[in-house]
């Protein structure tokens, strides 16, 4: 089944077109100028993805090498994300549908994200544990079965990848901050400054990280910036391990709990050096196979939401034009 996918939900503007698992075409264009605000605008994100639309998808149908007539279904984004970048994509993708006379289906921005992380394996066997790590959520997730999901537990506050992005911007260090950090502490102690890791000790899944965030301030204001500069690698190392360290022991205590086969790791987080070693290392020692997403299907792209969609569509399963744009869309199993 050939499937083109359309993700808008945030700051990339990203066209793909699947064959099952194989990416025939994957074209992603992030936009750049959010980065001198230090984080997402909404309003100047909608109106990039209006600019960008036509010939990002132009682009991706070209480099598949296929005619659009050869196109089964489409798939896009209804939710989460930024409500007017989201319908961008929706709009888009009804009008595809209706133009080409094919189906097309909405899915969650998340499950596109589990969805990359699938993309990229050969031997997918439930159940999977799934942690969901971006700049909007944290999340541990059990599924059981293509398209079935339990939430086992999430952030109560902000998510991991937005406390890599304010804790760089605190820093004076750019936007997104998860890559800066990541490449920073690769020279650093993470050992020199002790960085708090909520909810550890707790039994349940739930993180916070506002309290890391709060911490790295006050560190800051108590230390100047002057020292900050001097001591960057380390900083970086130890605010890194920190929030990874409490992903790391979650995720391989509900795989125990919940007799699992795998882990997964999916969102932009999952391209975190640390995360992808320490995660890795636990596993091998608690026998887990551990599934790493390839590192350009981990931030947002098209390739995971055609992925998804196929599930759907190859189920027949497909959505109306009256379908709508929904912010705050909630991750569900199909029933
Ligand atoms: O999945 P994504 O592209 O967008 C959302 O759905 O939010 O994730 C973006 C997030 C940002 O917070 C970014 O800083 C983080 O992923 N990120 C990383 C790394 N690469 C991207 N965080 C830590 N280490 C990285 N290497
Ligand atoms: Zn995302």
Redesign the pocket.
């Given at each position: 089944m050939i499937v083109l996918g359309v993700e808008t939900?945030?700051d990339?503007t990203s066209a793909a077109v699947i064959e099952d698992n194989r990416v025939l075409s994957s074209v992603i264009s992030s936009q750049e100028i959010h980065s001198q605000f230090g984080g997402v605008v909404p309003e100047l994100a909608s109106r990039a993805h209006v600019r960008l639309i036509v010939p990002i998808v132009e682009k991706a149908v070209a480099e598949s090498g296929l005619p659009k007539d050869e196109i089964d279904g489409f798939s896009v984004t209804y939710g989460p994300?930024l409500v007017g970048a989201l319908l961008v994509g929706v709009n888009f993708v009804k009008g595809l549908s209706l133009a080409l006379k094919k189906p097309f289906v909405g899915v969650n921005?998340i499950e596109g994200?589990i969805y990359g992380n699938i993309l990229s394996q050969t031997d997918v066997r439930f159940p999977i544990i799934f942690l969901i790590?971006?700049?909007?959520?944290t999340q541990i997730v059990l599924m059981k079965d293509h398209l079935q999901y339990e939430i086992l537990g999430k952030t109560r506050d902000d998510?991991?990848?937005?406390a890599?992005?304010k804790g760089?911007k605190m820093l004076g260090l750019g936007?997104?901050?998860?890559?800066l950090?990541?490449?920073l502490a690769k020279n650093g102690d993470p050992r020199k400054v002790s960085f708090p890791r909520a909810f550890l000790k707790n039994t349940d899944f739930e993180f916070s990280y506002s309290g890391l965030k709060t911490s790295l301030l006050t560190y800051i204001e108590q230390n100047g910036v002057e020292y900050i500069n001097a001591n960057i690698h380390d900083i970086c190392a130890s605010y890194?391990a920190a929030a990874v360290e409490v992903l790391v022991k979650k995720t391989i205590k509900a795989a125990k709990i919940h007799n699992a086969k795998q882990i997964g790791i999916a969102?932009?987080?999952a391209?975190?050096?640390l995360?992808r070693k320490w995660l890795g290392e636990e596993s091998v020692k608690s026998g887990f196979d551990l599934y790493l997403p390839d590192l350009k299907y981990?931030?947002?792209n098209a390739a995971m939401i055609a992925r998804a969609g196929l599930e759907y569509l190859k189920r027949n399963i497909h959505s109306e034009q009256t379908l709508n744009a929904y912010p705050a869309l909630k991750l569900k199993s199909l029933s």
């Open positions: 939900s945030c990339e994300g921005h994200h790590v971006s700049g909007g959520h998510a991991v990848g937005e890599f992005d760089a936007y997104p901050g998860g890559p950090i990541d490449q890194q969102g932009g987080v391209a975190n050096s995360l981990c931030t947002d």
